[in-house]
């Protein structure tokens, strides 16, 4: 007590800081400061933004009049929304299990354990994914023109009447975009799928191959059950990854014909900064947002519940 | 003052949690300081104009530029080493970075350029600082349509009175701008808001080795009972592209912009030049009249019958592959089309190629075309720039009528826009002497993009129904429709009255034909 009176306010401080927790706190503040404020401020930002009627060539922000819930309102009861929405979602759908069944071929083939050239082809296959988007775009973009090469061997193959319209017909159009996202993406997939198939234990397959099991119940009831959590992983962060597709879509085939290949973001895109209307595109994000929390909430709960278990 | 064991019961957890909310409020405070405005932004009426003040004197535009930088430093407005960033798409390096410099020794100042390689992202850019007045840039090159947004966002300066204390010539003398260019590329709501420094005058080309060929003038003849000769009519001009449609040699008959960003340019051009408006006086659309439709109904048998798919589905540089190339038998797009078309670099049928005016219609007797200015280029000045007269200066020096001649003959996205450069050996070295009169001869019947309030967004709702039409998604008539209920709801959120107003001056900016056919029909009375 004689010690304390006596201490001066420096050396007071010097000890409060000295604290174990207390330092641990100091060293970790400035960064949460700094981490919160830049995931604060701009979700503020956008969430005051759907909640104005506001564009850039409507005069200044802060004196943009409250519209509350009504840019919400438009947005769900704008059938263009609803048709991008649905489009996303089977490109979505498409691309993420293609590349799922591929990427899962794939791992299952290279984790073979005498493969020969299994370093060489790994490293082949995962090149696709470390190309910029807009590369991977503009050369699918190449490949599938009318006088490309796609049509080109076509014709080669079956005759003058097989070249197909690639970006003119909607189908078609979605089919080439989800083929550049496959071509891309399946060797991510690949790359999860095979690190969790070479961290699984060896032990309960030996014990089952002892006991006759064939390679098809190993699968199914061993390896499947075993790999589910990485598959939910990879599944979902493609399936995020992919409902946000952009780049695809505007270099390939900019949303055409018509509107019909446009997906998500790049609606979000024209409304916000082609048609200024920032409003409405805040409102389309914080709804994109929830969808996209509320879909990984279910989607990672088994992983929870194992944690549980 | 909380104790140490007051201390000891903030769980990390608590702590991070206030933390964070505080680092939150503090960091959104500052943010909506930074972002707030320095002065209340106004709509147009009330932005900014430049100060009255006596003409400056010099002989020519160039001279009465440099004249008030001197000025201005001589008042302490501006001194030697300032510093002004220009922001320009870089397919203008090559005209704008050799100015700066030149403008930079005559003047002691240190103009800048900022170059943004996607032309969309100008807008973004500028549209940006409109929101968040940084001070960054302090002059744009921008297209001609988005001046209505910018004067709107209360971005750029009104220019007006400058324009008459620096007189740069633009409308009236023996160096004025082809008109009406002279009003589009510089007008909103009838004021001053940008110096036009481009003519983006659509031009025709087409392949003159096949057309002046006796032989295909012999089928031609045969064919239809009458003498090949350049189409006047967009009837004719069909017809023309129909007889040399030649797929199985690899060739079709033309490529006109069907694709997601220009394909209102060939409609618009077929439907004006037969009377047709966008808009009536209270801003409710007119395009899905029976002219509107009818054109529509042609133009899409021609993209299905007599264009490569691509014309649909590519981007603008498919004409810039497929005329050169020789793959189509005519093309239309900007000026620079010639230009890649006529060089052995660029091209593989240097030589052979041929201009035509661009087709009309035939309304009572008389011809009239309505040529499409697409986009163009024009500089304007910011608001929030360090000194926007300087600015204003350097821009009127740019654009004059020799220092623009020097800069605008250079290989770039700015072609030719003062009527006399189409006499300069200069422009004829670079754009073909036989070409000059047609394109000075289509500019003149030059009609201007959408330029209102708003005008990406019309001319997206257009573009997108159009190509639908043309990929066989719509028909003509769902397709117009359904683009004037999206340009009802747009006219409606940004205020009919005052789009009302913008259309009404922005419509006195199209070709005195067109005006006067517009009044024979009772478009409109004034």
């Known amino acids: ?309 | 003052m909380a104790t140490n064991s007051e201390l000891k019961k903030l769980t990390r957890r608590e702590f991070l949690k206030v933390a964070g909310a505080a680092g939150g409020a503090i960091a959104l405070g500052s943010v909506l300081e930074a972002c707030a405005p320095a002065q209340p932004a106004a709509p147009t009426p009330a932005a900014p104009t430049a100060a009255p003040a006596e003409a400056v004197a010099g002989a020519t535009p160039e001279e009465r530029a440099l004249n008030g930088i001197k000025a201005l430093k001589a008042a302490g407005k501006i001194k030697d080493g300032d510093t002004f960033v220009i922001m320009h798409h870089s397919g203008q390096r090559n005209q704008i970075v050799p100015a700066m410099e030149e403008f930079n020794k005559l003047t002691g100042l240190n103009f800048q350029n900022a170059e943004v390689g996607l032309e969309g992202d100008i807008y973004t850019k500028a549209m940006n600082e409109a929101v968040v007045r940084s001070g960054s840039y302090d002059g744009f090159l921008t297209f001609v349509n988005w001046i209505g947004d910018m004067a709107e966002a209360g971005l750029i300066v009104d220019l007006t009175d400058w324009f008459a204390k620096y007189n740069p010539e633009i409308d009236s003398g023996p160096n004025a701008y082809v008109p009406p260019l002279d009003r589009f590329t510089t007008t909103y709501k009838g004021r001053r808001y940008a110096v036009g420094a481009d003519n983006d005058a659509f031009s025709m080309f087409y392949r003159k080795d096949m057309f002046d060929d006796p032989n295909e003038q012999k089928k031609y003849e045969d064919k239809t009972g009458k003498k090949l000769a350049l189409p006047q009519t967009w009837d004719e001009f069909d017809e023309l592209v129909a007889f040399f449609d030649r797929p199985d040699q690899g060739i079709r008959g033309t490529h006109l912009y069907a694709e997601r960003y220009f394909a209102y340019t060939n409609w618009a051009a077929r439907f004006i030049s037969k009377g047709g408006a966008y808009f009536d006086d209270n801003m409710d659309p007119l395009i899905a009249s029976d002219i509107g439709v009818e054109t529509l109904e042609k133009l899409a048998k021609v993209v299905r019958d007599h264009m490569w798919p691509d014309a649909v589905t590519g981007d603008w540089s498919v004409a810039y592959k497929r005329f050169p190339e020789g793959s189509v038998f005519s093309a239309w797009a900007w000026a620079s089309l010639g230009k890649w078309a006529q060089d052995p670099k660029t091209s593989k049928i240097a030589g052979k190629v041929g201009y035509m005016p661009i087709p009309g219609s035939i309304v009572d007797g008389t011809l009239y075309r309505a040529i499409p200015h697409v986009v163009g280029w024009s500089f304007s000045v910011s608001r929030y720039g360090k000194a926007p007269e300087a600015v204003y200066c350097f821009f009127q020096w740019f654009t004059g009528p020799t220092k623009g001649a020097e800069l605008i003959s250079r290989i770039g996205t700015l072609d030719v826009f003062r009527k006399p450069w189409f006499d300069l050996q200069v422009f004829k070295d670079a754009y073909g002497a036989e070409f000059l009169p047609v394109l000075l001869a289509d500019t003149q019947n030059a009609f201007p993009d959408i330029s209102l309030r708003g005008a990406n967004e019309y001319l997206d709702k257009l573009n997108v129904n159009l190509q639908a039409a043309f990929a066989g998604q719509k028909t003509p008539q769902q397709a117009l429709k359904d683009t004037v209920d999206e340009w009802q709801k747009i006219t409606d959120r940004l205020g009919r009255l005052g789009q009302i107003e913008a259309w009404r001056n922005e419509r006195k900016n199209y070709p005195q034909a067109i005006q006067d056919l517009w009044k024979k029909k009772g478009v409109f009375t004034s």
């Open chain 1, 1 to 309: 007590m004689a010690n304390i009176a006596l201490s001066s306010p420096g050396q007071r401080l010097s000890r409060w800081i000295n604290q174990e927790h207390v330092f641990k706190l100091i060293l970790v503040a400035p960064l949460q400061v700094l981490m919160w404020a830049i995931l604060i401020v701009p979700t503020l930002l956008v969430i005051y933004l759907s909640l104005v009627r506001w564009e850039p060539i409507l005069g200044d922000w802060t004196q943009a009049p409250f519209n509350w819930f009504g840019n919400y309102v438009k947005v769900l009861t704008d059938p263009r929304f609803w048709e991008v929405l649905g489009r996303t979602l089977v490109i979505v759908f498409f691309a993420v299990s293609l590349e799922f069944l591929l990427g899962f071929a794939l791992a299952l083939f290279f984790s073979q354990d005498r493969l020969p050239g299994k370093r060489l082809f790994t490293s082949i296959i995962l090149y696709p994914m470390m190309l910029p988007w807009v590369v991977v775009g503009f050369t699918f973009y190449l490949l599938f023109l009318d006088r490309g090469p796609v049509n080109y061997v076509l014709i080669q193959l079956l005759g003058p009447g097989a070249a197909q319209p690639w970006f003119k017909e909607p189908p078609l159009a979605i089919g080439t975009i989800i083929l550049a996202d496959v071509w891309q993406w399946t060797p991510f997939m690949f790359l999860i799928l095979y690190s969790g198939l070479g961290a699984l234990p060896r032990e309960p397959v030996e014990a089952a191959m002892t006991l006759g099991a064939t390679r098809w119940q190993i699968f199914r009831l061993i390896t499947l059950p075993m790999l589910k959590p990485v598959i939910i992983i990879a599944l979902v962060i493609r399936a995020l990854e992919c409902f946000k597709i952009f780049d695809l879509v505007y270099i390939m085939t900019g949303g055409g014909p018509g509107t019909s290949t446009e997906s998500l973001s790049l609606f979000i895109y024209r409304t916000g900064f082609v048609y200024g209307q920032l409003s409405l595109a805040a409102a389309m994000a914080v709804l994109l947002l929830i969808s996209i929390a509320v879909v990984t909430r279910f989607a990672i709960r088994p992983l929870e519940y194992r944690e549980e278990v």
